[in-house]
């Protein structure tokens, strides 16, 4: 059974862009978090998606918003990047929530 | 707004010796996980305490939930070089569809 997939594994932004991450959950995994990790801040919850709705929001600008996809797939997009939004961003599934939650490898964003 | 703290941060130890990991809060959590994190990976859930009290045990690895439910430790007997790693708690957050992290305790087991 495949893990949680995320793409691009790495990249590289300017500031002022934007970005787009993909995650694509465990096959019947209904629903998908988001967490951002740095080192200064640890782990922090983004937000997490269910059947298409965003059920929970973290205490993130508006800057980043995500969306889910009638087959659980996510994407999250961060817009008008800045310096301090490099980080490991980090998907992870759950057939729902209660349940065990299973982290991808994460994307790492640096923004220059 | 709920809040975990880990100690110790850091720690460096020598293979075959014992270690605690500590994982506190003022709040109560109705569970707490513990995940090990290896570089260039994703966490990965090691155990999930739900009861007051209880103890779980992972091979080497002794997880405890305290009796209130607002802290939780965790004890390598014998860490070796394979235990090398960052060891992080969580517990869910006001709602169950969220994880409050805690800061993380990277060890390191020299060989």
């Known amino acids: 059974k495949a893990g949680v997939t995320q793409t691009p594994r790495y990249l590289i932004k300017t500031r002022g862009q934007q970005v787009t991450l993909s995650c694509s959950p465990i096959?019947?995994?209904?629903?998908v978090s988001w967490y951002q990790q740095t080192p200064g801040q640890g782990l922090q919850f983004l937000f997490e998606y269910f059947s298409e709705t965003q059920r929970n929001k973290g205490n993130f600008p508006g800057r980043f918003s995500g969306r889910q996809f009638s087959n659980s797939r996510s994407e999250m997009n961060v817009s008008t990047l800045e310096l301090g939004d490099s980080a490991l961003y980090l998907c992870a599934s759950s057939y729902e929530s209660g349940n065990t939650i299973y982290f991808g490898e994460g994307s790492w964003l640096t923004v220059v | 707004t709920q809040l975990l703290e880990q100690s110790p941060q850091f720690l460096s130890i020598q293979e075959g010796e014992n270690l605690t990991v500590y994982c506190n809060s003022s709040s109560v959590f109705s569970s707490l996980q513990w995940y090990r994190q290896e570089p260039g990976e994703g966490p990965v859930l090691l155990v999930t305490v739900v009861t007051g009290g209880e103890v779980k045990k992972l091979k080497r690895l002794t997880f405890q939930f305290g009796d209130a439910r607002k802290d939780s430790s965790l004890h390598i007997t014998a860490a070796q070089p394979g235990d090398t790693g960052l060891y992080l708690c969580a517990g869910e957050g006001d709602s169950s569809y969220k994880l409050i992290f805690g800061s993380g305790t990277r060890l390191l087991v020299r060989p």
């Open positions: 096959s019947g995994h209904r629903s």
